[in-house]
T-cell receptor, first 116, second 112 residues
Framework: GAVVSQHPSWVICKSGTSVKIECRSL??????MFWYRQFPKQSLMLMAT?????????EQGVEKDKFLINHASLTLSTLTVTSAHPEDSSFYIC????????????FGQGTRLTVV | GESVGLHLPTLSVQEGDNSIINCAYS??????FIWYKQESGKGPQFIID?????DKRQGQRVTVLLNKTVKHLSLQIAATQPGDSAVYFC???????????FGTGTLLAVQP
């Protein structure tokens, strides 16, 4: 299967700082990337959908100014958590799809964010 | 964000038995479904997929059944092994949004 690389795998930051998480499709072009947040023992909650070259579509209740998403190329999307607070601590996961239609989404290994 | 349900139900099976994991999906316009396996601290891993024009698809030791009438999916794992222990999620795509939405998830615990 295709490979999606997410970096960093874990990060600890101080309250008020910003953190950038990168999601790269290593061997395919991803026209669509998804960003999820997951709390312990819960499902993946979709935060936003990003399409290359256009603005991300955020889910209801997700602050677009706090969670900045950039999908500048067909192989890279970034999520920046701005002015992080302890309640932003979570597991963030990205996913990439090659094209629309009946194609699976491949997932990164996730990023564990801890805000202290 | 969108999600279906909170708190994971658990399915406990004996090694060697068959496992059946169920999922109810939400959007009748969804036309593509995927089962994922997630181990602790890792991202989801693709298991098997099915399109809405099918009602059954088989892979290696796994079978997915789709019942569009009641919006229900199931994942059957034959001869369950300890390495199958993980959380299993169904996910749906379709409609106008093209979003990949996850179901609640089920924790599969395989007893040796």
């Amino acid at each position: 299967g295709a490979v999606v690389s997410q970096h960093p795998s874990w990060v600890i930051c101080k309250s008020g700082t910003s953190v950038k998480i990168e999601c790269r499709s290593l061997d395919f072009q991803a026209t669509t990337m998804f960003w999820y947040r997951q709390f312990p023992k819960q499902s993946l909650m979709l935060m936003a959908t990003s399409n290359e070259g256009s603005k991300a579509t955020y889910e209801q209740g997700v602050e677009k100014d706090k969670f900045l998403i950039n999908h500048a190329s067909l192989t890279l999307s970034t999520l920046t958590v701005t002015s992080a607070h302890p309640e932003d601590s979570s597991f963030y996961i990205c996913s990439a799809r090659k094209t629309g239609g009946y194609t699976e989404a491949f997932f990164g290994q996730g990023t564990r964010l801890t805000v202290v | 964000g969108e999600s279906v349900g909170l708190h994971l139900p658990t399915l406990s099976v004996q090694e060697g038995d068959n496992s059946i994991i169920n999922c109810a999906y939400s959007n009748s316009a969804s036309d593509y479904f995927i089962w994922y396996k997630q181990e602790s601290g890792k991202g989801p891993q693709f298991i098997i997929d099915i399109r809405s024009n099918m009602d059954k698809r088989q892979g290696q030791r796994v079978t997915v059944l789709l019942n569009k009438t009641v919006k229900h999916l199931s994942l059957q794992i034959a001869a369950t092994q300890p390495g199958d222990s993980a959380v299993y999620f169904c996910a749906e795509i379709g409609g106008a949004t093209n979003k990949l939405i996850f179901g609640t998830g089920t924790l599969l615990a395989v007893q040796p």
